[in-house]
């Protein structure tokens, strides 16, 4: 019909030259892999963008191909994540913690044309080089001062030598805002690692999702500081996200310890941050060890796996950290719920109102959901019911590059994999992965419940709980927990910390204490490791 809005397409270019237009001045600042503190702002990171799409162009790197890196969060990865996608190439984002065998298939299914790397990849990089068929050019992202000598890379490139050679001088060409803009691999717990392709128009729609006040609420007051790597998810949009609003954004570089994390924090006047529980466990042992607390931190983003409400009280109790509980996965780019809260439950006494934020939240607009049964009969949304949880929306999965797998939609509808309940306001709780739930006689337990327990105990530093073999109930629950250093606890003292907070057939039949679990390369508990390793373990009188 005339007169209709203008078709303007969604690029991810735009986020970029509105916040140097409007926020010219913000800074970004990032700890680098070289040692020192990079501090610049957004006009000097769009003017570098520019450049770099030039840098890309004179590689030959055309619309279409994919451009792959292995980096840590910093400046230099966020200027290949805009340069990229913005000359309508495909930023492949690897995690460099994956097995070199998982790195290599990405590498070459994805048929990255460049792999740009910072340093502290050069002897992973110079393994697999002779093995990643598709790479034409590599870029160490460092400068002429950081060049190693002699190295086995063919031709190996300076990224800040590439530089140099071009200007700024670069109009950002506009394309259909469904060309693919970025690629990140799932894990694949098992078989092979499986390509999420993101697009403009559903990466801008979810960094508008992602912003909204009762999502992860983003705004120009804001210094956020992505401790999710920019290689998991996009580091759950941040990197678009906070260049909308215009947010102060602060990278963490390869430094993730506690420590390191509690000073950048403090130094940078950090007021969000957002990652996975393990980096956040660090942090507050850290805390707890120095006596010292936040003089700016409001809010952390915790996500990937369930926090522990345990969690949740540390920061808002002894800190004053409110929780953001949020889950989502690599295929809903990756945000699906939020747990903030609505009026009714902000006036919630206190332990009400923490068990609401230990859910995994409330959907965002953008993102449709159901819970179904075996049968995909939809179930209601009251709490109790729990089954698989499908999703639907204009930021989530169709299926997988190169369709890897065959199509994975049910009627329209993406299946997640994991279950859940939903409660009548929306609380979507989930309660497993479908593949982690413990089948006791027919029931299904939920492992995140018997973990969080666990957690709350005041000697366990971490705990994760899986099914094992039983004669009789075909599956009963076992708890492997590492205790915190300096404590003590018994088996017979932690199972006594369940009763009165589970039913009696929930209880756990055994406890195995180990000095660490296993971890995913995402920094989740990797259940399928541990129950590898727990393989010839046996139930007492099993
Ligand atoms: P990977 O398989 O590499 O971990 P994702 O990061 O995409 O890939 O993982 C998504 C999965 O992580 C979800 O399907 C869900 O099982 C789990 N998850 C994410 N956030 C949460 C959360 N807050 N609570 C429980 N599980 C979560």
Same mark, same amino acid.
């Given at each position: 019909m005339q007169g209709l809005m203008m078709d303007v397409p969604l690029l991810i270019t735009d986020l970029i030259r509105f916040a140097e237009r409007n926020h010219g001045d913000t800074e970004i600042v990032s700890k680098t892999v070289e040692g020192g503190l990079h501090r610049y702002t957004y006009r000097e990171a769009h003017a570098r963008a520019r450049r770099l799409a030039k840098v890309l162009h004179a590689l030959g790197v055309k619309l279409g191909d994919r451009v792959g890196t292995l980096a840590w969060n910093g400046y230099r990865h966020y200027e290949l994540y805009y340069a990229i996608s913005g000359i309508g190439a495909v930023i492949n984002t690897i995690n460099p913690r994956l097995f070199p065998d998982q790195i290599t298939y990405i590498s070459n299914h994805a048929e990255n044309q460049v792999l740009c790397f910072d340093l502290s990849?050069? $002897?992973?990089?110079?393994?697999?080089?002779?093995?990643?068929?598709?790479?034409?050019?590599?870029?160490?992202?460092? &400068?002429?001062?950081?060049?190693p000598a002699q190295t086995s890379i063919p031709k190996l490139k300076c990224y800040e030598d590439l530089m140099d050679q071009q200007d700024d001088r670069f109009e950002w060409p506009s394309f259909d805002e469904r060309t693919a803009a970025a690629l990140c691999y799932t894990s694949g717990t098992t078989g092979n690692p499986k390509g999420v392709l993101f697009g403009h128009r559903s990466t801008v729609l979810h960094a508008y999702g992602a912003a909204l006040p009762d999502a992860l609420n983003l705004s120009a007051l804001d210094a956020v500081l992505p401790v999710v790597p920019m290689f998991h998810a996009n580091a759950w949009s941040l990197p678009y996200a906070c260049t909308m609003v215009g947010a102060k954004m602060v990278f963490p570089g390869p430094h993730l310890d506690g420590k390191s994390v509690y000073e950048l924090i403090e130094q940078e006047k950090v007021t969000l941050s957002a990652g996975v529980p393990t980096v956040w466990l660090m942090l507050l042992q850290h805390l707890a060890a120095n006596k010292v607390k936040f003089s700016t931190l409001k809010r952390?983003?915790?996500?990937?796996?369930?926090? $522990?409400p345990a969690m949740i009280r540390t920061f808002q109790d002894d800190y004053g950290v409110t929780v953001f509980h949020a889950w989502g996965m690599t295929e809903m780019s990756p945000l699906g719920t939020v747990g903030s809260l609505k009026t009714k439950q902000a006036q919630l006494p206190k332990d009400q109102r923490y068990a609401v934020q230990a859910k995994q939240g409330r959907g965002i607009f953008g993102v449709e959901m159901k819970i179904v049964d075996e049968g995909g009969k939809e179930l209601p949304w009251d709490g109790k019911a729990f089954g698989d949880l499908l999703v639907k929306g204009p930021w989530i999965a169709s299926g997988y590059m190169k369709s890897e797998g065959g199509d994975p939609l049910k009627d329209g509808w993406? $299946?997640?994999? &994991?279950?859940a309940t939903i409660d009548a306001e929306g609380y979507l709780q989930i309660t497993d992965r479908s593949k982690d739930v413990i089948k006791s006689g027919g029931e299904w337990i939920s492992s995140i419940d018997l973990e969080n327990i666990a957690v709350a105990h005041p000697a366990i530093q971490e705990a994760a709980v899986i099914g094992v073999k039983h004669p009789k109930w075909?599956?009963?629950p076992l708890v492997v927990a590492v205790k915190k250093a300096g404590q003590e606890v018994t088996? &017979?003292?932690?199972?006594?910390?369940?009763?009165?907070?589970?039913?009696?057939?929930w209880m756990p039949d055994d406890v195995v204490f180990v000095p660490e679990l296993p971890h995913t390369a995402t920094g989740k508990l990797s259940k399928l490791t541990l129950r590898q390793q727990l393989k010839d373990y046996r139930l007492p009188g099993a």
């Amino acid at each position: 019909m005339q007169g209709l809005m203008m078709d303007v397409p969604l690029l991810i270019t735009d986020l970029i030259r509105f916040a140097e237009r409007n926020h010219g001045d913000t800074e970004i600042v990032s700890k680098t892999v070289e040692g020192g503190l990079h501090r610049y702002t957004y006009r000097e990171a769009h003017a570098r963008a520019r450049r770099l799409a030039k840098v890309l162009h004179a590689l030959g790197v055309k619309l279409g191909d994919r451009v792959g890196t292995l980096a840590w969060n910093g400046y230099r990865h966020y200027e290949l994540y805009y340069a990229i996608s913005g000359i309508g190439a495909v930023i492949n984002t690897i995690n460099p913690r994956l097995f070199p065998d998982q790195i290599t298939y990405i590498s070459n299914h994805a048929e990255n044309q460049v792999l740009c790397f910072d340093l502290s990849f050069m $002897p992973l990089v110079e393994k697999l080089a002779p093995q990643l068929k598709s790479v034409k050019h590599y870029v160490l992202l460092t &400068d002429r001062a950081h060049m190693p000598a002699q190295t086995s890379i063919p031709k190996l490139k300076c990224y800040e030598d590439l530089m140099d050679q071009q200007d700024d001088r670069f109009e950002w060409p506009s394309f259909d805002e469904r060309t693919a803009a970025a690629l990140c691999y799932t894990s694949g717990t098992t078989g092979n690692p499986k390509g999420v392709l993101f697009g403009h128009r559903s990466t801008v729609l979810h960094a508008y999702g992602a912003a909204l006040p009762d999502a992860l609420n983003l705004s120009a007051l804001d210094a956020v500081l992505p401790v999710v790597p920019m290689f998991h998810a996009n580091a759950w949009s941040l990197p678009y996200a906070c260049t909308m609003v215009g947010a102060k954004m602060v990278f963490p570089g390869p430094h993730l310890d506690g420590k390191s994390v509690y000073e950048l924090i403090e130094q940078e006047k950090v007021t969000l941050s957002a990652g996975v529980p393990t980096v956040w466990l660090m942090l507050l042992q850290h805390l707890a060890a120095n006596k010292v607390k936040f003089s700016t931190l409001k809010r952390t983003v915790i996500g990937g796996s369930a926090c $522990p409400p345990a969690m949740i009280r540390t920061f808002q109790d002894d800190y004053g950290v409110t929780v953001f509980h949020a889950w989502g996965m690599t295929e809903m780019s990756p945000l699906g719920t939020v747990g903030s809260l609505k009026t009714k439950q902000a006036q919630l006494p206190k332990d009400q109102r923490y068990a609401v934020q230990a859910k995994q939240g409330r959907g965002i607009f953008g993102v449709e959901m159901k819970i179904v049964d075996e049968g995909g009969k939809e179930l209601p949304w009251d709490g109790k019911a729990f089954g698989d949880l499908l999703v639907k929306g204009p930021w989530i999965a169709s299926g997988y590059m190169k369709s890897e797998g065959g199509d994975p939609l049910k009627d329209g509808w993406f $299946p997640t994999g &994991d279950v859940a309940t939903i409660d009548a306001e929306g609380y979507l709780q989930i309660t497993d992965r479908s593949k982690d739930v413990i089948k006791s006689g027919g029931e299904w337990i939920s492992s995140i419940d018997l973990e969080n327990i666990a957690v709350a105990h005041p000697a366990i530093q971490e705990a994760a709980v899986i099914g094992v073999k039983h004669p009789k109930w075909d599956e009963r629950p076992l708890v492997v927990a590492v205790k915190k250093a300096g404590q003590e606890v018994t088996r &017979d003292e932690l199972l006594k910390f369940y009763e009165g907070k589970i039913a009696k057939w929930w209880m756990p039949d055994d406890v195995v204490f180990v000095p660490e679990l296993p971890h995913t390369a995402t920094g989740k508990l990797s259940k399928l490791t541990l129950r590898q390793q727990l393989k010839d373990y046996r139930l007492p009188g099993a």
